[in-house]
């Protein structure tokens, strides 16, 4: 499975942005999808999860309230919808497609910066 990320960018304090993460071709809708993100010189952190039917979602204390993750299946799409952003959640964010909490599959990763 291939995965294009999209949307990032840069963005003032208190702003928005909202990543896209599609699968061209193919279906994922078997999936857990999730995103990660990776800060220069950082390991690579879980952000969001949702589960294959968009029922469940799961969130890494440091996002939630401020970062909503969703799919639609019918368009082999998950989206990371980013408010509130904050200059700590500068860094290089990834999706993946997920078989037993694992990443199986990774996007290519979009750049999101958040200035002060």
């Known amino acids: 499975v291939q995965l294009q990320a999209s949307g990032g960018g840069l963005v003032q304090a208190g702003g928005s942005l909202r990543l896209s993460c599609a699968a061209p071709?193919?279906?994922?809708?078997?999936?857990?999808m999730g995103w990660f993100r990776q800060a220069p010189g950082k390991e690579r952190d879980f952000v969001a999860a949702?589960?294959?039917?968009?029922?469940?979602?799961y969130y890494a204390d440091s996002v939630k309230g401020r970062f909503t993750i969703s799919r639609d299946n019918a368009k082999n799409t998950v989206y990371l919808q980013m408010n509130s952003l904050k200059p700590e959640d500068t860094a290089v964010y990834y999706c993946?497609?997920?078989?037993?909490?694992?990443?199986?599959?990774w996007g290519q990763g979009t750049q999101v910066t958040v200035s002060s």
């Open positions: 949702i589960s294959w039917s968009g029922s469940s979602t």
């Open positions: 993946a497609a997920l078989e037993s909490g694992t990443p199986l599959y």
């Open positions: 071709g193919r279906t994922f809708s078997s999936y857990v």
